[in-house]
């Protein structure tokens, strides 16, 4: 919505420019060169391509419209099953709001504005596709190549470089047509050599600068803009001196003679021409007003000015349009300077020093210096947590040791600031911190009247979370390709939005079962206790707590404590892998085929059969990136049946590349698109692209590898189906 806003600033801010300028720049063609008004039409429409403002500097605070702005929509977790179900991503509070959530308000006027201003500009964009789509189509269909006599004489015209030349009886005067391969199109040939040196000439200078280009963005603004029918009007006299900056171009330095034929020739092209000209393409022709100006210009022998006055006091004016408006006094910008400040979201000197203060305390571990900043809610915060490490008798010391931080930045916020600390260890490892502070007024003081502390982030961004078991004589092994599973698993699924803070696993239960091939199959049935967090951010910004606020609802405040609390989730897997019979401590040479099932779900009785895979409801059934899985021929000729499986990163040294892959178990079945491609190459074989029809044969022979990485798409009636496919693990289509 904000993107919305900032064009609609940007089309009130340049109306002052473009009305004078519709006006003015007919009237001074005969002083100024034709492609003055062609330059600042192109000023023009990318200013109002661009959503930003400039600002000066000022002591004075700009005048600002605040608007309330609704966040992105909270994304929706799928369902799980009730053993492994975890509380919703916005707190425990969430199921407690179910109950207390008002029902969802009315659309608002800027809500209803957005929509129609983007329904406007979708269809616009859509209507302007089919247009270059249709007329593509029927330049395909009856193009031809032009005779050698008219290739060589556009050769000559054109010089080293040159657009292609095509003949297209079907049109009804020559144009150019292609943003990235442009090719000129001849109606015929019946032109004697003077014309085609005129055509060429025109088309040519239009593919020379770019003017197709210059049309997209005329185009473009058009369409953002849609609303306003100056931007409208200004578009179409853009596109009226483009064709004339063109021709003023194509007779420069030609007499009279020259000059006429020139003329002749574009109205004896306009009166065979009826038709209406397509969507990012030149025209010869145009219609009786525009060529009128043209025929003018062309017969215009006088010398002119080159007018870069004139349009460098336009570009100057374009960009600080906004700029003067935003800096112009009014009566009602007596407000305090704390209420401006935070409605531009930006903090106020006082708010912005005692945020410095805050965070050096932390560099200092001073916590008293703190305390002094706080209002009396924090500060019972602050109490409570030296409470909870040190007791009654605790102390202002604050942080840690180690790590220690290094560098933080501050990032301002409506009445509030999101402070992210650098910090590093002696190893050295560093680690990210981040702080919300929220401000308010006590007794005519700024103080900090709330604050939130993040977990402590690795590198990568992300929480590592600790991981520790229950005694057991569970193979040490088999322990290390167990937990990593575990761990990896949770982590790639759906879960991945939270900050996963420990895995404790427990009630483990080994079971060994001799295989017909001399091997043992060993299954571990255990429960994992998971503590997690939400994701760290400001409460306020979850969809629940901010309705909940909006609402005035007295549960507000208990959503907004609880978000970021350390949460907890319950669930049963079974692991299993293939073993050397007796072998101890086991490797990747010694063990294989790992699998993960998730219990039946019974409250009374945890059981377990392959019809409950792990995969099923920690991630989205439906495909939308590649799948690493094992496939097999389907029933049906042209689907395959794919069983999922993920990469797990070894970290214990116990495998030779670095990883091992755990299957899911969750098999589906898809088509596969006729066009599908496929890339393949087994040991001794060189890489080979097959199709559809190859693949699937080749499946069918069993010298398909197993371990494939398919990625989807939909087809023309909305089902997924195979569209690519690439034997190995590979994490992103091919380029």
């Known amino acids: 919505m904000r993107i919305f806003l900032e064009y609609l ?240 171009m194509a007779v420069q330095g030609r007499d009279a003679a020259y000059r006429k034929a020139y003329g002749l020739m574009i109205l004896h092209e306009a009166e065979r021409s009826i038709e209406k000209q397509a969507a990012l393409t030149t025209c010869f022709t145009d219609g009786k007003r525009a060529l009128q100006e043209r025929l003018v210009e062309i017969m215009n022998q006088s010398k002119r000015k080159k007018g870069m006055a004139l349009v460098s006091v336009m570009l100057v004016l374009t960009l600080t349009c906004g700029c003067l408006i935003s800096c112009g006094k009014d009566e009602k910008a007596s407000e305090s300077t704390q209420d401006i400040a935070a409605s531009q979201g930006t903090l106020t000197a006082e708010q912005r ?63 509030a600031a999101m402070i992210t600390y650098t910090m590093q260890d002696s190893q050295p490892a560093y680690y990210t911190m981040k702080e919300l502070l929220k401000f308010g007024e006590e007794n005519g003081k700024t103080v900090v009247a709330g604050y939130l502390t993040s977990n402590f982030y690795w590198e990568d961004g992300k929480v590592h979370p600790t991981v520790s078991r229950a005694e057991s004589d569970l193979d040490e ?53 998971i503590k997690y967090r939400n994701p760290f951010r400001d409460p306020d910004e979850a969809g629940y707590i901010r309705r909940a606020k909006e609402a005035g609802q007295s549960v507000y405040q208990t959503y907004y404590d609880e978000y970021y609390a350390e949460q907890e989730a319950n669930t049963y897997f079974r692991f299993t892998c293939e073993v050397q019979s007796d072998a101890q401590n086991i490797y990747e040479d010694t063990a294989g085929t790992f699998h993960l099932y998730s219990d039946d779900g019974n409250p009374h009785k945890i059981t377990f059969t392959k019809k409950n895979p792990a995969y099923d409801g920690w991630y989205d059934e439906t495909p939308t990136d590649g799948w690493f899985c094992t496939v097999t021929p389907a029933k049906d000729a042209n689907t395959v049946t794919a069983a999922r499986k993920i990469r797990i990163e070894d970290t214990t040294g116990r495998t030779n590349n670095g990883y091992f892959d755990l299957n899911l178990d969750y098999t589906t079945t898809f088509p596969v698109a006729e066009n599908a491609a496929f890339t393949v190459g087994g040991a001794g074989e060189a890489p080979a692209m097959l199709n559809a029809k190859e693949w699937l044969s080749r499946l069918q022979s069993g010298k398909v590898g197993q371990s494939v990485t398919l990625f989807f798409g939909t087809d023309a009636n909305g089902n997924t189906v195979i569209t690519e496919g690439r034997e190995g693990f590979w994490s992103k289509k091919a380029v």
């Not at 369902?79 to 199921?95: H, I, L, N, R, W």
């Not at 504005?113 to 269909?141: C, E, I, P, Y």
């Open 9 to 248: 600033k940007v089309g009130l801010w340049m109306l002052p420019i473009i009305l004078p300028a519709l006006w003015l720049l007919p009237r001074l063609s005969k002083r100024y060169a034709a492609r003055v008004s062609y330059v600042i039409w192109l000023v023009l429409a990318v200013r109002l391509l661009v959503p930003w403002n400039l600002t000066l500097p000022q002591e004075t605070a700009p005048i600002h419209v605040a608007i309330s702005e609704e966040q992105a929509n909270e994304w929706v977790q799928a369902k799980f099953s009730p053993v492994q179900a975890p509380p919703k991503a916005e707190g425990t509070a969430a199921a407690a709001q179910k109950q207390t959530q008002p029902q969802a308000e009315p659309l608002q006027p800027l809500q209803i504005g957005f929509a129609l201003w983007l329904a406007g500009v979708l269809f616009f964009a859509l209507r302007t596709v089919v247009s270059v789509f249709r007329m593509k189509t029927l330049l395909r269909r009856w193009e031809k190549e032009p005779s050698a006599e008219a290739k060589a004489f556009f050769a000559e015209t054109a010089g080293k470089t040159q657009p292609r030349l095509m003949v297209c009886p079907v049109l009804e005067s020559p144009m150019a047509v292609g943003l990235f391969r442009t090719t000129v199109y001849l109606p015929h040939e019946h032109y004697t050599a003077q014309e085609l040196e005129m055509i060429f000439r025109h088309e040519l200078i239009h593919w020379r600068r770019k003017d197709l280009w210059y049309k997209l963005l005329l185009l473009a603004a058009r369409s953002i803009h849609w609303f306003n029918p100056l931007v409208w009007r200004m578009a179409k006299r853009a596109e009226r001196d483009l064709e004339i900056s063109c021709d003023s």
């Open 353 to 415: 020093k005692l945020t410095e203060r805050w965070a050096e305390a932390l560099s200092d571990r001073d916590g008293k210096i703190r305390y002094k900043e706080m209002g009396k809610a924090a500060k019972a915060q602050f109490i409570a947590e030296q409470k909870a490490l040190g007791g009654e008798d605790w102390n202002y010391v604050i942080g840690g040791s180690s790590p220690w931080v290094d560098s933080y930045t501050i990032e301002e916020r409506e009445n």
């Open 477 to 529: 092994g088999i322990w290390d390709f167990l937990s990593q599973s575990v761990v990896g698993f949770i982590s790639q699924s759906k879960w991945d939005v939270y900050e996963l803070e420990a895995f404790n696993f427990n009630h483990i239960n080994v079971t060994r079962t001799p295989l017909s091939n001399g091997r043992e199959q060993v299954a571990v049935d255990f429960g994992l206790h």
